[in-house]
């Protein structure tokens, strides 16, 4: 049967009582939909990973993938790689039972201290929405569901369960909605998730003008508006709005409050069976209506880790390259040192919903160091700081569960009279529970969780013991109560998770001296999750020698790879960063070890950008984001020249935080937050207000150089139903063979300085070897020269001489074409984005063209759909609710407007 056959799903639909109904659209808990056994549907199962596929659970035995971030995914610039990527993470979702992932999120990096920053593609929408179309097709290459985040304007973590977005509606359609609309256009993704803000004072779940109107009727979104986890407040508001589905469950506003709104006929019976007809569909697609699709039980299948690390080292950004520094010259080295906290400690991933248990990380000072021995370079490790907040977890390999004896530790639930319900033996010192505690430690009743383990010490001297969670928390060692206090709970619930409150106590120990350890937590309340329980020990580090013994080991090297960058519990869900600031002393380490070694290369371990004061006086510098498990064998392929760089900046890096078009993003008293920069954001703001970025957007350096020689554009002037296409010829002047990624520009014929003074509109690669041209071939589309009118409520092209300059970022254009505008102010129904030069994959949906307008100045602005179309009584198709507002509008104008409708592609 189809993916989307009405018969099919409407004859489910009869077979169901309003009960029935209702109870399908809200979740059985957290993390599954219900079941209807009468008609054959299954329970199907969502999962958090836009950077790997957690499961239901986070459970270090159940390993997942974990995959390079958003932000270095978009750092790529590469949508063919990132569908790879992405349909290597829908077969692993499958493999493990998963129907829906929850990503990708595709809000924009409208600040770069935006906590959630480093789960999105880029600042500039067009590089976002091509990413996020790659990234949904790859995943539902694999037939699993992809979920468009968070619908619309939840660019921060600051309030973000309440704050108000005051955002003028062009500066929501040319900006923030793109990647939306993309996706929902091009690559037909399959359900849609509305934020916890409000938008012009309506909470998303309950916006009726962008879930239904925009969203389906316009943009002809076939598919389920979800709601964030916990974020629909209302039954009627949410229910009349255009939302589908309610997760977590089985409690929501919906439910008996919705059955009783039906049958006091508040909302219609015909709103539900939508909302019911869309989650069948849902079904259907991901084979929830077909048992037999289901996993046979074998192990999962993991993303391949040399894939993950080719796409780690594509994301790499140099920055910065003095003298060839990079790649390392192997035939002149003999010692190297590797400083910095984060070359023995990466952080791979963020937190919150990003975060999965991975089965290993490839750690940079070992990669690095294991090929280096290869070609006989020694080499030292030097942490030379520390950026932890919270005491780190013991080393592996230093814990041993006190009943087994197994390495590990072991874990607990007591409840209220201290009776023992459960006991696990595990691997991991951090344990999160949203839901599936024991039973007698369920949510709402009392209990406590006990955290086990022995420690050896493998150095003496004190050592630090942290012991974390929201609750009463004691740390025991040998028996001595060491420490113990309760714990807040923070204001967002996924701060318990990352970074609970703690209790610490220092201890002397000698090298291989054994001592019992235990946490015990009597969490606040089990009837909020998560709850969550950590365990974290370090010897004490004394700064000051650690950073004499790093400018030490630099000023006896031939070259310093310094790996900065952020601390863990820095960038994540459920808060904003504090500052641009790399944590603790690494300014100053970085600074010192430059002064004592001038072949100082510079590492930076950020999702986000940070603040580089020291970048003029090192040799190199490179960006590595939050790259996955794959960080440090992909960072030795790089530095060694086994591969090139191939990452070029999705988000600007500013000199100072001062410098930033919008930096903090905090409501005011009343809750709002006003988007006052409109379209100025990222590298948009930059060029407006005249300010120089440390490092501009799109900027990346490789291991060649490149001449730009020509450029040409076809047509010159912009037709009315079609793209501009452009070459532009570029050369390689350097030694080696290199990919350099090509990008337009476009600038408006009018200088008004509430718009940007230029807009991305297309990118491509160019390949060529030493000496070899390339021929790089661009497609801009028609969107790329059209505003967005408020007072007209359309798409809208302005007269005159568009100027598009051609380059490697955007302040680096050397070449520029004029494209000439001599289009009335039309519109265009369906527009071409042409981010990709594949096909939308839409054969289940017949596509309305684009209308011919007997005259100027009737001004479509919404689509409609083949299977949402009515007919009337001789089966001729007529007009859907968005269509029909246009030929009342042509008819006031005494016009005329005809459509027809396109054959359906067939499904490849």
């Given amino acids: 049967m ?40 299954r329970s199907f199962a969502v999962s958090d990973g836009p950077a790997g596929v957690r499961g239901v659970t986070m459970d270090e035995r159940n390993p997942s993938a974990s995959l390079p971030c958003p932000s270095a995914l978009g750092a790529t610039w590469d949508p063919a790689l990132v569908r790879r990527v992405a349909r290597a993470l829908g077969r692993e979702a499958k493999s493990k039972g998963i129907d829906v992932l929850l990503g990708p999120t595709i809000n924009m990096m409208r600040t770069p201290l935006g906590g959630r920053g480093f789960e999105c593609f880029a600042e500039d929408p067009v590089l976002a929405a091509a990413m996020a179309v790659a990234y949904v097709r790859g995943v539902q290459d694999a037939d699993v569901a992809a979920t468009l985040k968070h619908f619309v304007a939840n660019d921060s973590e600051t309030g973000r369960w309440n704050c108000d977005v005051r955002v003028a509606e062009h500066v929501l359609r040319e900006l923030y909605l793109v990647p939306f609309e993309a996706c929902v256009r091009e690559a037909d993704a399959a359900l849609v998730m509305a934020g916890y803000n409000k938008v012009n004072g309506v909470t998303m779940t309950e916006h009726g003008w962008l879930l239904n109107d925009v969203l389906k009727q316009e943009w002809g979104f076939a598919g389920v508006a979800v709601s964030d986890w916990n974020a629909a407040r209302s039954t009627l508001g949410t229910a009349s709005a255009g939302l589908d589905l309610l997760m977590p469950g089985p409690h929501s506003p919906w439910g008996k409050e919705l059955i009783a709104a039906v049958k006091a006929g508040d909302i219609g019976i015909t709103e539900v069976d939508e909302k019911v007809l869309r989650v069948l569909r849902l079904a259907r697609r991901v084979g929830a209506l077909d048992t037999s699709a289901r996993p046979n039980g074998a192990e999962p299948e993991l993303a391949d880790p040399t894939l993950l690390a080719e796409a780690a080292a594509a994301a790499f950004t140099l920055l910065r390259n003095e003298r060839d520094t990079l790649p390392l010259d192997l035939a002149r080295i003999r010692r190297v040192a590797i400083i910095g906290p984060n070359a023995t400690h990466p952080l791979t991933q963020g937190g919150g919903s990003a975060t999965v248990r991975g089965p290993g990380v490839s750690v940079p000072a070992d990669a690095l160091a294991g090929a280096l021995a290869a070609h006989g370079v020694t080499v030292t490790v030097h942490p030379g700081c520390i950026t932890w907040e919270l005491v780190p977890e013991p080393p592996a390999g230093s814990l041993l569960d006190p009943d087994s004896l197994e390495p590990g530790t072991r874990l607990e639930f007591r409840a209220t009279n201290g009776s023992l319900l459960d006991s696990e033996h595990r691997q991991a010192t951090m344990f999160t529970w949203w839901d599936q505690l024991p039973d007698g430690l369920a949510w709402g009743d009392e209990g406590t969780i006990v955290l086990r383990t022995r420690f050896r010490a493998q150095q003496s001297g004190p050592h630090v013991f942290g012991a974390g969670g929201i609750g009463h928390l004691t740390l025991t060692v040998d028996g001595t109560v060491m420490a113990q206090g309760t714990t807040q709970r923070p204001a967002d619930p996924v701060e318990a998770m990352v970074r609970p409150g703690e209790v610490r106590a220092t201890l002397d120990l000698r090298a291989g001296e054994d001592v019992l350890v235990e946490v015990t937590l009597m969490p606040t309340n089990l009837a909020e999750p998560p709850v969550a329980i950590r365990l974290g020990i370090v010897p004490e580090p004394d700064e000051d020698a650690l950073l004499d013994d790093a400018i030490a080991a630099a000023r006896a090297a031939d070259v310093a ?13 459920g808060f904003d960063r504090p500052s641009l600031a790399l944590p603790g002393r690494q300014d100053e380490l970085v600074l010192e070890v430059a002064a004592a070694n001038d072949s100082t290369v510079v590492v930076v371990n950020a999702g986000m950008p940070v603040l580089m004061p020291w970048a003029h006086e090192v040799a190199a510098v490179g960006c590595a984001w939050l790259p996955g498990q794959a960080m440090g064998d992909a960072l030795a392929g790089v530095l060694l020249g086994v591969v090139e760089p191939g990452g070029r900046l999705p988000v600007t890096i500013p000199w100072a935080e001062r410098d930033c078009p919008v930096l903090h993003a905090v409501p005011g008293a009343d809750g709002r937050l006003e988007y006052t920069e409109g379209l100025l954001v990222g590298y948009r703001g930059y060029d407006r207000a005249g300010t120089k970025p440390h490092f501009s957007f799109g900027h990346g350096l ?78 801009l589309p028609r969107r790329a020269f059209a505003r967005y009118s408020e007072e007209e409520g359309a798409w809208i092209w302005p007269r005159g001489e568009f100027t598009v300059r051609l380059g490697r970022s955007s302040r680096d254009l050397p070449l520029a074409v004029v494209i000439k505008s001599h289009l009335p102010r039309t519109a265009v129904v369906l527009p071409p984005y042409g981010l990709t030069q594949e096909p939308a994959d839409l054969g289940h949906l017949a596509v309305v063209e684009r209308p011919v307008f007997e005259r100027a100045g009737i001004l479509p602005h919404m689509v409609g759909r083949a299977e949402s179309r009515q007919r009337d009584g001789s089966g001729a198709a007529r007009p859907d609710p968005g269509q029909r507002s246009l030929h009342r509008r042509a008819a006031a104008a005494g016009q005329d407007v005809s459509y027809r409708v396109a054959p359906a592609e067939p499904l490849r």
């Fill in 561 to 573: 790879i310094v790996v900065v960058g952020s601390g863990a519990a820095t960038e994540s869900e």
């Fill in 702 to 779: 490789g291991y060649t150089s490149w001449n730009y020689e020509a450029v040409t554009a076809e047509p010159v002037v912009l037709p009315p139903d079609g793209d501009v296409e452009v070459t532009v010829a570029i050369r390689n002047t350097g030694s080696r063979a290199g990919q350099e990624v090509v990008q337009a520009y476009v600038e408006p014929p009018d200088g008004d300085p509430r718009r940007p003074v230029r807009t991305l509109a297309a990118f491509a690669p160019g390949v060529a070897g030493p000496g070899q041209t390339a021929q790089v071939r661009l497609v």
């Fill in 2 to 41: 189809p993916l989307h056959s009405e018969g099919g799903e409407r004859g489910l639909l009869a077979a169901l009582s309003l009960e029935d109904k209702v109870l399908l659209l809200t979740g059985r808990d957290n993390w599954h939909t219900q079941p209807c056994d009468a008609i054959g549907l």
